[in-house]
C-alpha cells in the first residue's frame, strides 16, 4: 500500500516514463541527426581539400610565371653572352652560362616532378574524399529510405487496424440491431403460437397455421446467420428456400382445409333448415348464412 505522499512521486515516475513511441521517434530524430551531421562533416572535408587544391594551383601558376620568366632572362643573357662572344672570346663566361643552363634545367626538372607529385597527390586525395561522400550520401539514402518505409509501413497498418476497428464497432451495432429485430418477430410469433395451442378447437387448421407462423422465426434466425456468417450465406439460404416452399404447401393446404370445413357447415345447415330442428330465427341465420 502507498502513501498519500508516494501516490504524486509514483504518477510522476509514470508521467515521466517515455512511452515506446515516443523512444522510437527519438531514436529516428537522433539518426538523422547525426546523418545530418556527418553529411556537413563531409562538405566541409570537401571544401578544405577544394581550397587547397586552389592553393595548389595558384602555386603552380606562380611558379610556372617563375620559370617563364628564368627563361625570358636566360634568353636576354644568351643574347648578351651572343654579342659578347662575336665581340670578345671569354671561356670562363661560357662555361658559367653553361653551369647556370644546366641549373636551370636541373632546377625545372625537380619544379616539374614536384608539381606532377603534388597534382597526383591532390587528384588521390579528391578521389578517396568523392568516394567516401558517396559511400556516405548512399548510406544516408538507404537509411532515410528505410525510415520512410518503416513509417509508411506502420501507417498503412495504423490504417488497417482503424478501419478494422471502425467495421468491427459499425457490424457490432448491426448485428445488435438485426439480432434484437429477431429476437422480436421470434417472441411475437411464439405468442401468437402460444396462443393456438391453448385453444387449439380445429387443429387441423390450426396446425397449418403454427407451420406458417414458423415462416418468421426461421426467415429471422437465417438472416441474421447470413450477416454474422456471410461464408454460410448460400447454406442457410437453401433452408429459408426449403421451408417456403412448404410454407406455400401449408398455406395451399389451409385454405383446402378451410374451405371443406365451411361446406361440411353449410351441407349441416341445410340439414338442419330441411328437418327444422333449429328455432325460427337462428334457422333462417343459418340458412342465410349457408346461402351466402
Same mark, same amino acid.
Given at each position: 500500500m502507498y502513501t498519500d505522499e508516494q501516490e504524486p512521486l509514483l504518477a510522476r515516475e509514470r508521467s515521466s516514463s517515455p512511452s515506446? !513511441? +515516443?523512444r522510437n521517434n527519438n531514436k529516428s530524430i537522433l539518426n538523422r541527426m547525426m546523418i545530418i551531421?556527418?553529411?556537413?562533416?563531409m562538405v566541409l572535408v570537401s571544401t578544405f581539400f577544394q581550397l587547397q587544391q586552389v592553393r595548389f594551383s595558384?602555386?603552380?601558376e606562380q611558379d !610556372? +610565371?617563375?620559370i617563364a620568366e628564368l627563361l625570358s632572362t636566360i634568353q636576354s643573357q644568351a643574347k648578351v653572352i651572343s654579342r659578347f662572344n662575336e665581340s670578345v672570346t671569354n671561356a670562363d663566361v661560357v662555361h658559367r652560362?653553361?653551369?647556370l643552363d644546366k641549373a636551370l634545367t636541373q632546377s625545372q626538372k625537380e619544379m616539374q616532378k614536384e608539381l606532377d607529385q603534388t597534382v597526383n597527390n591532390v587528384q588521390t586525395q579528391l578521389d578517396d574524399t568523392m568516394k567516401q561522400i558517396n559511400w556516405t550520401l548512399t548510406k544516408a539514402e538507404q537509411e532515410i529510405t528505410e525510415q520512410v518505409d518503416k513509417v509508411k509501413k506502420d501507417f498503412e497498418q495504423y490504417v488497417v487496424k482503424t478501419e478494422d476497428q471502425f467495421s468491427m464497432e459499425n457490424s457490432f451495432m448491426v448485428y445488435q440491431l438485426a439480432g434484437t429485430f429477431t429476437l422480436l418477430s421470434c417472441l411475437i410469433s411464439m405468442w401468437h403460437m402460444s396462443a393456438h395451442l391453448r385453444k387449439l378447437n380445429q387443429p387441423v387448421i390450426q396446425r397449418k397455421i403454427l407451420a406458417i407462423l414458423w415462416m418468421s422465426p426461421i426467415y429471422a434466425i437465417t438472416s441474421w446467420f447470413?450477416?454474422?456468417?456471410?461464408?454460410?450465406?448460400?447454406?442457410?439460404?437453401?433452408?429459408?428456400?426449403?421451408?417456403?416452399?412448404?410454407v406455400i404447401y401449408q398455406v395451399r393446404q389451409m385454405q383446402s382445409a378451410v374451405e371443406t370445413m365451411w361446406w361440411d357447415l353449410f351441407h349441416l345447415h341445410a340439414v338442419l333448415c330441411r328437418f327444422s330442428l333449429l328455432s325460427t330465427v337462428p334457422l333462417l341465420l343459418y340458412c342465410g348464412f349457408g346461402k351466402g
Open positions: 515506446p !513511441e +515516443r551531421i556527418t553529411m556537413v562533416v595558384q602555386a603552380l !610556372e +610565371r617563375t652560362l653553361d653551369d447470413s450477416l454474422v456468417f456471410p461464408s454460410a450465406e448460400g447454406y442457410l439460404a437453401i433452408i429459408k428456400d426449403a421451408y417456403e416452399a412448404y
